[in-house]
């Protein structure tokens, strides 16, 4: 069964960023579209990036210009650029395929706490 690993979470402070990072060390991103999703305390899972395939990229509107979604076909890597971290993306980042309903077993996620 394919389990995705991610990495990068931390406490960082408001207007912060952070970098993280994915893999799925039993498949191959290349040929799948790929979300970032996040869920925080008492909130559903939700979307909030994903890139497709063919490199299109597309953004919730509370991260639009402020996060980068992007993908290493190389190194079989997908990562999430996070600028001017605001305390409301507090939350468990998750990667996985888009869409949901394609997902891979979920992973523990990235905890991203952002804090003064």
């Known amino acids: 069964q394919v389990e995705v690993v991610e990495s990068g979470g931390g406490l960082v402070q408001p207007g912060g960023s952070l970098t993280l990072s994915c893999v799925a060390p039993?498949?191959?991103?290349?040929?799948?579209?790929m979300g970032w999703y996040r869920q925080g305390a008492g909130k559903q899972r939700e979307l909030i990036a994903r890139i497709m395939s063919g490199g299109e990229r597309y953004y919730r509107d509370s991260v639009e210009g402020r996060f980068s979604v992007s993908r290493d076909n190389a190194k079989n890597m997908v990562y999430l650029q996070m600028n001017s971290l605001k305390p409301e993306d507090t939350a468990i980042y998750y990667c996985?395929?888009?869409?949901?309903?394609?997902?891979?077993?979920w992973g523990t996620g990235a905890l991203v706490v952002v804090s003064s």
């Open positions: 996985n395929r888009y869409p949901e309903r394609y997902s891979w077993a």
């Open positions: 039993k498949a191959t991103h290349t040929y799948f579209d």
